[in-house]
């Protein structure tokens, strides 16, 4: 079963945290992303650039609307997802568990139902 873990904090600058604060969890980071791929369950992972980089559209009534900024504004924020192949939820909170971002926000276990791979969409699981 696929899941996303998705990773939701607040920002570094919205919370003071400063580069050396930081440190510490890259490295972090960096064992974790290690750690799923030699289990052979990562899949594809991402760090998202801070929420003001973000560029939302939207088509409503044959009108494009492009705006900048997140569609929703939050206090926390999505900053990452770990997409992986795992065979359920129990496992999927277990490595949920493990995520250093769990020590300063959540993680979201949101399992794939439909998924293009190889020229069509099919259903996961």
Not at 67 to 76: I, M, S
Not at 98 to 125: D, H, M, N, T
């Amino acid at each position: 079963m696929r899941y996303s873990l998705l990773l939701i904090n607040q920002e570094a600058q919205d919370a003071g945290v400063t580069e050396e604060d930081m440190a510490p969890f890259r490295v972090a980071f960096d064992e974790y992303g290690k750690a799923l791929e030699a289990a052979g369950v990562l899949l594809a992972a991402e760090i998202l650039e801070p929420a003001a980089a973000t560029t939302t559209v939207t088509l409503r009534g044959g009108s494009l609307q492009v705006q900048d900024g997140p569609f929703a504004d939050t206090k926390e924020k999505l900053a990452g997802v770990f997409l992986v192949d795992l065979p359920d939820l129990d496992a999927a909170i277990a490595w949920a568990e493990r995520c250093p971002g769990a020590q300063y926000g959540v993680l979201e276990i949101r399992p794939s139902a439909i998924s293009f791979a190889e020229g069509q969409w099919r259903p996961v699981g």
